[in-house]
């Protein structure tokens, strides 16, 4: 059973940072993309960022100049760091990846960026 976990969220002021963090584990075989999206209340989920197994990323959105990705394929794992966050960055985010050739999602992590 493959599952991921985010960890990371919480309250942040406007103008600051977070680091989300995203775990893959179980019987793994290959992992060919990780990424993460976000769902804000009465909005469709949106793609925040990607990265495929090589060095190749997506930036995706209004987050795309505040937001860097990064993995560590040896540890299965995939860090989202989030600055100058603003107020309608408040969502939940969700790490996904595909995970030998399917694709999984985690339960998602709470953000919340006051004004």
């Known amino acids: 059973q493959v599952q991921l976990v985010e960890s990371g969220g919480g309250l942040v002021q406007a103008g600051g940072s977070l680091r989300l963090s995203c775990q893959a584990s179980g019987s793994i075989f290959s992992i060919s993309v990780m990424g993460w999206y976000r769902q804000a209340p009465g909005k469709e989920r949106e793609l925040v960022a990607r990265?495929?197994?090589?060095?190749?990323?997506y930036y995706a959105g209004s987050m795309k100049d505040r937001v860097t990705i990064s993995r560590d394929n040896a540890k299965n794992t995939v860090a989202l760091q989030m600055n100058s966050l603003k107020p309608e960055d408040t969502a939940v985010y969700y790490c996904n990846a595909v995970i030998n050739y399917r694709e999984y999602w985690g339960q998602g992590t709470q953000v919340i960026v006051s004004s």
């Open positions: 990265l495929t197994t090589g060095i190749e990323t």
